[in-house]
Each structure stands twice: as structure tokens, then as C-alpha cells.
């Protein structure tokens, strides 16, 4: 399960929810994050190209899935080099909003 949801920008990491980390506490399962370098170059048919994978330590099973989602964050910035971007919510004024006060 990839947390993100979506590919993204090589060498970000964008869009991480805390579902994953829901999940877990449900089950109360250990997360094994999984690092992917070069998925973007290899190239269709016939499959050329180079992919790195990198098998993190567990994160242990917590509660709290805030705690959960930053150790899985530093984890895969480890094991990737990608950069965290934190996503900010969308701005959700409407014209009218605005120009009634």
C-alpha cells in the first residue's frame, strides 16, 4: 500500500494521509515502509530501466496514527533521499464569500 495514493514528482513525497496508518491500528500490524528510486525512468515495453528498492526497519504497531504517519515520513525520506512536501488545504472561499465579508 502506497500512502500517497498516486504517483507523484520524482524525488517528492506529497499527499500522504493517515488512512495507512488507520489500517494499521485496526490490525494492530507493524508497517514495513518500503523506499522506490527510478520507478519514473523505466520505460514501456520492453521494460528497460533501473529500480532501487529499499526495505526499511518496522515501524512499530502505535495508536496514534499522527505518530505513525511522521515515523513513516522520516523513514521513506531515509530510504529514498525525496524531499517531504506538505501539502496544503485548498483555498475554499468562493467569490461570493469574498465579497460578502
Not at 494499521?24 to 520505460?43: M, Q, R
Not at 511522521?70 to 485548498?90: D, N
Request: proline share 7%; with cysteine; aromatic share 8%.
Amino acid at each position: 500500500m502506497f500512502p500517497q495514493g498516486t504517483r507523484g514528482v520524482p524525488g517528492e513525497i506529497r499527499g500522504v494521509t493517515k488512512g495507512f496508518a488507520g489500517l494499521a491500528k485496526l490490525t494492530k500490524c507493524d508497517i514495513l515502509p518500503v523506499g522506490i528510486i527510478g520507478s519514473n525512468e523505466v520505460k514501456r515495453w520492453p521494460f528497460t530501466g533501473k529500480i532501487i528498492v529499499n526495505i526499511g526497519k518496522p515501524i512499530p504497531y502505535n495508536k496514534n496514527t499522527d505518530i505513525v504517519k511522521e515515523k513513516w515520513i522520516e523513514e521513506i525520506q531515509k530510504l529514498t533521499g525525496f524531499k517531504y512536501i506538505e501539502e496544503q488545504p485548498a483555498d475554499k472561499i468562493t467569490e461570493g464569500e469574498k465579497n460578502n465579508g
